[in-house]
């Protein structure tokens, strides 16, 4: 929420006129307001659009304004109450702090006295909002780094002796292992800490961009080269830089980044200047470096160059035992992200994500969580809000085709039991095992007519 047009504020009252009016105002500055004039039309408009502040009269038919805020409280919502009143009925709001509101408005005063109050929970809740944020960025990094596995502490405690060194590091490990946060690790924990730690990707950029945006450009160095850009190197001067994904970049420029290292020098493209370099390099690759080499596709001086520490980060597969702790992590980080609440994980769904390798890793597990959430009902994760591949992948479907079957009697069998267990799981509903298979509910039950598949688990 990035500006008072973001706070959304719901205005409930059973007065046409007085709602009119209030809007007016609380629209003249700047906010952006809805209006319902019972408790039960402001039930249904929370349910269905993010709302920051409701403004409620107390007196209204159907619903008031007490049963309202008792409704809101009692639900996950997070939004604010303030409470407007007669001057009659002073008491009453005070009341209502107590069930939730977090103040009260009478209704003879001046509303400029309302903006106040108003102005004073939406910069409450910027604040709050930028405070998660800082947390979740924190937390992130802390929660990755804390692990039971022996090889993966054995490595922290590798960065820990070498953070204040300016020897290079280099991080081998499949995508999504966590090698940047590695390397932000080691920058942290050393004397560059208050340095700039600079990353970039170098499978990300083509073979004539690359080059400017390590070393930078002069002004008309070339076409299109409108103004000076100061390269990444230049940039991380005195602190870290990061090249991930090292082994791809062009062998054009592996030799000068060689060149580079051993001089403690860059020169700008267009330019004959030498500039003088403190820079602690640290790199990493999802590639054996040795087959790139042997393919010619990477140079060995440079490897010795880089590799004066080479770590090895092991995959999520070879440290299941830190797997309950992440799932945790992620799944309360997406329910704030989401502004859902899981009360459950269903066991079979938990043995699922438990037994699951992750090729992905922590990316993958990442976005199974986000999509279990999403898919979640009354707060409660079942295993059919996981992707199919997961049970397939973990073992749970337990599909077992006789191997010395003819390869099409194999894949029949296979089917048929595959498609057998799917409608167990989802109840025999043929909707929800459609969906959960990637086709129609059409295509499911020519399949379940073919092979005389009985849908009722």
Request: proline share 3%; glycine share 6%; charged share 25%.
């Given at each position: 929420m990035n500006s008072k047009a973001g706070y959304r504020i719901l205005i409930v009252d059973d007065e046409p006129e007085y709602q009119k009016v209030v809007s007016l105002i609380l629209d003249g500055a700047g906010y952006h307001t809805d209006a319902c004039s019972n408790g039960r039309e402001a039930i249904e408009f929370v349910r269905d659009h993010e709302v920051h502040l409701v403004i409620t009269d107390l007196r209204m038919p159907e619903m008031d304004g007490e049963e309202l805020i008792k409704e809101l409280t009692g639900s996950s919502l997070d939004l604010d109450i303030i409470v407007m009143t007669a001057y009659g009925s002073i008491e009453s709001a005070v009341d209502t702090i107590k069930y939730g509101a977090k103040d009260y408005?009478?209704?003879?005063?001046?509303?400029?006295?309302?903006?106040?109050?108003?102005?004073?929970?939406?910069?409450?809740?910027?604040?709050?909002?930028?405070?998660?944020?800082?947390?979740?960025?924190?937390?992130?990094?802390?929660?990755?780094?804390?692990?039971?596995n022996e090889t993966f502490l054995k490595l922290l405690d590798l960065c820990d002796k070498t953070a204040n060194?300016?020897?290079?590091?280099?991080?081998?490990?499949?995508?999504?292992?966590?090698?940047?946060?590695?390397?932000?690790?080691?920058?942290?924990?050393?004397?560059?800490?208050?340095e700039p730690f600079v990353p970039i990707n170098c499978q990300a950029y083509p073979e004539g961009v690359i080059e400017s945006e390590l070393f930078g450009h002069e002004k008309g160095a070339f076409t299109g080269a409108m103004a000076k850009r100061i390269g990444k190197f230049e940039e991380a001067n005195f602190g870290t830089l990061f090249l991930d994904e090292i082994c791809d970049l062009p062998l054009s420029l592996q030799g000068k980044l060689l060149r580079v290292l051993e001089n403690k020098k860059i020169e700008r493209i267009g330019s004959n200047k030498s500039i003088d370099l403190d820079v602690r390099l640290i790199s990493a690759t999802n590639k054996m470096p040795e087959s790139e080499i042997a393919s010619g596709r990477f140079r060995e001086d440079l490897l010795y160059r880089i590799n004066t520490l080479t770590m090895v980060i092991p995959p999520i597969r070879e440290r299941k035992e830190d797997l309950p702790g992440l799932i945790d992590f992620f799944l309360r980080k997406i329910e704030m992200e989401q502004k859902k609440k899981?009360?459950?994980?269903?066991?079979?769904?938990?043995?699922?994500?438990?037994?699951?390798?992750?090729?992905?890793?922590?990316?993958?597990?990442?976005?199974?969580?986000?999509?279990?959430?999403?898919?979640?009902?009354?707060?409660?994760?079942?295993?059919?809000?996981?992707?199919?591949?997961?049970?397939?992948?973990?073992?749970?479907?337990?599909?077992?085709?006789?191997?010395?079957?003819?390869?099409?009697?194999?894949?029949?069998?296979?089917?048929?039991?595959?498609?057998?267990?799917?409608?167990?799981?989802?109840?025999?509903?043929?909707?929800?095992?459609?969906?959960?298979?990637?086709?129609?509910?059409?295509?499911?039950?020519?399949?379940?007519?073919?092979?005389?598949?009985?849908?009722?688990?």
């Open positions: 408005f009478v209704k003879s005063n001046d509303l400029e006295e309302l903006i106040i109050k108003v102005e004073r929970l939406a910069k409450l809740k910027r604040l709050e909002e930028k405070s998660n944020i800082l947390l979740k960025n924190q937390n992130s990094e802390n929660m990755f780094l804390q692990s039971q060194t300016n020897i290079n590091v280099l991080l081998l490990g499949e995508s999504g292992v966590g090698k940047e946060v590695f390397a932000n690790y080691i920058h942290s924990r050393g004397g560059r800490c208050k899981i009360v459950k994980v269903e066991d079979s769904a938990m043995s699922v994500l438990l037994n699951y390798d992750y090729p992905g890793n922590v990316r993958e597990l990442k976005n199974i969580i986000e999509r279990m959430v999403a898919l979640s009902e009354d707060g409660v994760v079942a295993a059919e809000d996981l992707p199919v591949s997961l049970h397939v992948a973990s073992g749970r479907r337990g599909v077992i085709v006789d191997q010395n079957l003819p390869l099409r009697e194999a894949r029949t069998a296979f089917e048929k039991q595959y498609i057998e267990k799917a409608l167990q799981e989802s109840g025999g509903n043929v909707t929800r095992c459609a969906g959960n298979l990637g086709i129609t509910p059409r295509q499911l039950w020519n399949k379940i007519n073919e092979y005389k598949i009985d849908p009722k688990p």
